[in-house]
T-cell receptor, first 114, second 114 residues
């Protein structure tokens, strides 16, 4: 079946630094990818929709200048958390829709900001 | 995006028993999906039920959908310790089906005791 990978699987960084997370569709093309954030013991909240060849669409309350999204190709979307702070510590998950109505989710990236 | 509600928030049962989780949502949908998430991991797609379907089976899983009540239930029969995980419902409500965004419920933490 379709596979979506994320890199890195976990990252620890100092406050104020930027962190880039990659989301790749390994055996299919994705003109659209989604980025979610999940805090401990909570559900997934959609942050933004990444669109290949155009700007990302951000959900209300998500700062586009803080969470930079670049859909560089049909198989790669990146999320850069700029000037990260401890409150940005979370589990970031991407997904890409397949040919059917299902979504394929990446394994997630655990971000810890010290 | 707004989340749906799931109940119970937590469910603890003995191995061999059945587990039932409920999900309610707020808007009209194209389909409703159930996902499983082990602690700290990505999501695994379990089953999808379309808005014109009322019941669907997959192995030990049974899903029902009542669009008039905007609710769904997931039944896991003959539970096993390995079923211990968080379970989320997610709705795909884009009328055009083009965005494919998912709105997740709050989740149910299932613990199956051996």
């Amino acid at each position: 079946g379709a596979v979506v990978s994320q890199h890195p699987s976990w990252v620890i960084c100092k406050s104020g630094t930027s962190v880039k997370i990659e989301c790749r569709s390994l055996d299919f093309q994705a003109t659209t990818m989604f980025w979610y954030r999940q805090f401990p013991k909570q559900s997934l909240m959609l942050m933004a929709t990444s669109n290949e060849g155009s700007k990302a669409t951000y959900e209300q309350g998500v700062e586009k200048d803080k969470f930079l999204i670049n859909h560089a190709s049909l198989t790669l979307s990146t999320l850069t958390v700029t000037s990260a702070h401890p409150e940005d510590s979370s589990f970031y998950i991407c997904s890409a829709p397949g040919d059917t109505d299902t979504q394929y989710f990446g394994p997630g990236t655990r971000l810890t900001v010290l | 995006s707004q989340q749906g509600e799931e109940d119970p928030q937590a469910l603890s049962i003995q191995e061999g028993e059945n587990a039932t989780m409920n999900c309610s949502y707020k808007t009209s949908i194209n389909n409703l999906q159930w996902y499983r998430q082990n602690s700290g991991r990505g999501l695994v797609h379990l089953i999808l039920i379309r808005s014109n379907e009322r019941e669907k089976h997959s192995g030990r899983l049974r899903v029902t959908l009542d669009t008039s009540k905007k609710s769904s239930s997931l039944l896991i029969t003959a539970s096993r310790a390995a079923d211990t995980a968080s379970y989320f419902c997610a709705t795909d409500g884009d009328p055009s089906g083009s965005a494919r965004q998912l709105t997740f419920g709050s989740g149910t933490q299932l613990t199956v005791l051996p």
